[in-house]
């Protein structure tokens, strides 16, 4: 969770996902999760399905118009098929990667579920998918992603405007510490650190 952090340090961590709303569309930004591998992989407490999280203030799954995916992990692009109206919105390189070069020789696909990219396949030939093309970039008024450190192939994260603005970071910046330090989280690759950048009025 912070890169140089000593390793016998531990945290409990929360897996999220976040409920925009305004403007006609009803937003989720990322997806979570819902597959039975990774609760055998990892220790999950007091877990809450994502459709179930939107039911608890009132949004019906069917309502969410819009996910944004921060990026392809399992835990937060695992819950796509939970929203069966929704548009899917991912950088282009994201969808590129995890769909072709990851699965090739010398490709990295660590952390990515492989029925994840086939739903996410799915979805684009059902004209559900969106690729956003690069840094700073107009999603809906008022929200913009920003590209920033790579914490995967070509993670993303947004800036919601508002009084004042919100930067939601997902798993490019996990904690305060990440922001007080100046350390990412893991990165895709050691080139990739400290190269992590954020909106300068954020």
């Known amino acids: 969770m912070v890169i140089g952090a000593p390793p016998e340090q531990r945290v409990d961590t929360v897996y ?26 990892w220790t999950v407490n007091d877990y809450l399905s994502p459709d179930d999280a939107v039911r608890l203030v009132g949004v019906e799954p069917l309502a969410v118009t819009d ?9 937060h692009l695992g819950g796509i098929d939970l929203f069966p109206k929704a548009v899917v919105w991912i950088q282009k390189e994201e ?21 994840d990219v086939v739903e996410l396949v799915k979805l684009n ?9 690069g840094d700073d970039v107009e999603l809906f008024p008022g929200i913009r992603a920003y590209t920033g450190g790579r914490h995967t192939y ?36 050691e080139a990739d650190y400290p190269a992590i950048s954020m909106p300068s009025d954020a």
């Open 16 to 41: 999220a996902v976040w409920l925009i709303r305004g403007g006609g569309r009803t937003i989720l930004f990322d997806s979570g999760f819902h597959r039975a591998r990774w609760f055998k992989e």
């Open 67 to 75: 996910i944004v995916i921060s990026h392809a992990h399992w835990d």
């Open 95 to 115: 969808y590129r990667y995890y769909t072709q070069t990851a699965w090739q020789p010398g490709g990295d696909h660590n952390g990515i579920d492989p029925d």
């Open 125 to 133: 030939t059902e004209g559900r998918v969106r690729l956003v093309d």
């Open 154 to 189: 070509a993670a993303q994260y947004l800036r919601v405007d508002g009084g004042p603005p919100f930067v939601l970071a997902s798993d490019n910046v996990y904690l305060y510490r990440n922001l007080s330090e100046h350390k990412p989280s893991a990165t895709f690759t």
